[in-house]
């Protein structure tokens, strides 16, 4: 995909959109209860813990839960057609994200995916999933 | 368990392509529930609705010149207004309000108001981790959720357009749905339409029409004297689960079925007992997954449960009975509808899609992505 506009990261979020400029992917964890989640709080879910979440490099390999192909864009400079899917990691969060590198009718449910990035103007960048192997 | 409460008027705005504004159509909804119930405006001390602006209970109460007791526009889509029935039944029992009015109108289609990409809100988090891959807003998250489903449970994409084929089938018995007149639609005609976000075609998709609805509610003392026979508020329920597309683990598990149980509870009735069934069609597969959630079937059942014409008219389980939103009207939160059905069903004014006999409905609303769910059980005795 191309670079599309993205938000300027806030305070909760910075850490993980600067892993992001190396092409690390990272998700919250709890250092009290050991819950990961995604997209990064102020607070655990888990057990509601304030100071203990850190950032844990993931390893970007997942599996895809479920995905849509999408065939009339929501915006007149995006081509169609494209994979939206979400992407369970195997440390257990789930990613909103696309899918890449295939064509877009060959995906199916469980296929084992790995991370690639989508550099982004501001030095950021944005995960999508590809093929495993 | 009512507190006492009864819903005494319901009615629809105009429906379809109107080209009238969303205060015009408002007006038109609250006054004909109102005529209906026999009661004013100025009898009115209550009044919930959302939509119209960012002050929506406060719009409308200007525009009707009242000063209301009690208030409520909490925005949940289109579950908010089986949420608004728990509110205000809750207040007219704690005395703060005598007489409600519950509404919603939309000019969406005549505006061409309505983006396939949502609304964005640049401070979310969504924004920053969601919307950059540029997902239908809500449609591709009903998508994944029908995908995963028919996955799951190695169910077709035929057996999902059931639900747009017995919705048309009931539309062509409501002169005032949008497709009534349109002729019947098959499952071909549902897969062969055009694919929007796979698995959903817009033969999945509910309509993007002008319209709305008002109902009225008050005491079911002060109901007994009123125009019409009143329809009573016997329970209500409700979960909240979701903003984010990634927040709930499982996209085939519905919040509805904490809100049925609550609602089911509180009036002291099991799922048998319901004669109608008004619940969200925003697509397809939410359907699919409500009946699930409501404990019609088990997980992964409901498409054999709507095989065989069990939800067309004359079936064993009477859904939908308005053509919803598939087939009648969907002007973006289509909740309000959902309870003018409801209570049109009960009150034996259905006309030829009248369920015969019917005391107990429920409607329930969905919102959002799956994100708010509100069950109404309502019935025509205390």
């Known amino acids: 995909m191309s670079a599309p506009d993205v938000p300027p990261a806030d305070e909760i979020t910075a850490g993980w959109w600067d892993a992001t400029r190396e092409h690390r992917l990272v998700v919250q964890g709890c250092e009290s209860c050991g819950a990961v989640q995604h997209p990064p709080r102020g607070v655990c879910t888990g057990c509601g813990e304030t100071g203990a979440l850190v950032w844990r490099d993931d390893t970007g390999a997942g599996v895809v839960d479920s995905f849509t192909v999408v065939h009339r864009a929501p915006r007149k400079d995006l081509a169609v057609p494209y994979v939206i899917a979400r992407v369970r990691l195997d440390c257990g969060v789930l990613l909103l994200t696309r899918l890449e590198g295939a064509d877009a009718q060959v995906w199916h449910i469980d296929d084992r995916v790995r991370v690639a990035w989508v550099d982004l103007p501001d030095g950021r960048a944005l995960p999508v999933f590809t093929p495993a192997d | ?382």
């Open chain 2, 1 to 382: 368990m009512s507190g006492g409460v009864a819903i005494v008027g319901a009615a629809e705005c105009d429906l379809g392509v109107t080209g009238a504004s969303i205060l015009g159509l408002q007006t038109q909804a609250v006054t004909r529930a109102l005529a209906d119930a026999g009661l004013k405006l100025s009898d009115v001390d209550g009044i919930a609705t959302t939509g119209v602006s960012r002050f929506s209970a406060t719009q409308l109460a200007d525009h009707f010149g009242l000063t209301p007791r009690w208030t409520d526009s909490t925005y949940a889509g289109g579950s908010a207004f089986e949420m608004f029935v728990a509110r205000a039944a809750q207040a007219i029992a704690a005395g703060q309000a005598e007489v409600v009015v519950i509404s919603f109108a939309s000019n969406q289609r005549s505006a061409k108001s309505r983006s396939l990409a949502g609304v964005l809100e640049n401070h979310t988090p969504e924004a920053q981790f969601e919307t950059p891959y540029a997902p239908l807003f809500p449609l591709s998250y009903y998508a994944m959720a029908a995908q995963r489903y028919l996955h799951v449970y190695g169910k077709t994409r035929a057996q999902l357009a059931e639900v747009a084929v017995a919705a048309r089938e009931w539309a062509l018995l409501n002169p005032k749905a949008f497709r009534y007149g349109a002729g019947p639609l098959s499952v071909d005609d549902v897969l062969g339409s055009t694919m929007i976000s796979s698995p959903l075609t817009a033969g999945d998709c509910c309509l993007v029409t002008d319209g709305g609805g008002a109902v009225v509610l008050t005491s079911a003392e002060r109901a007994r004297d009123l125009a019409k026979k009143p329809v009573h508020v016997l329970g209500y329920g409700e979960r909240t689960t979701n903003t984010s597309m990634t927040a709930v683990a499982d996209l085939t598990v519905s919040g509805a079925a904490g809100a049925a149980q609550d609602a089911l509870a509180r009036a002291g009735l099991g799922i048998g007992d319901i004669d109608v069934f008004e619940v969200y069609d925003s697509f397809t597969i939410t359907v699919a997954l409500t009946l699930e959630a409501l404990g019609l079937c088990g997980p992964g059942e409901a498409l054999d449960l709507i095989a065989d014409g069990n939800i067309r008219p004359g079936g064993g389980l009477a859904l939908n009975t308005s053509g919803g939103g598939l087939s009648y009207c969907h002007p973006g939160q289509y909740g309000v509808l959902l309870l003018v059905e409801a209570v049109r069903q009960l009150r034996g004014e259905a006309g030829d899609r009248q369920v015969p006999g019917a005391r107990h409905a429920l409607a329930h609303g969905t919102g959002g992505i799956l994100s708010t769910h509100a069950t109404v059980v309502l019935g025509v005795e205390p």
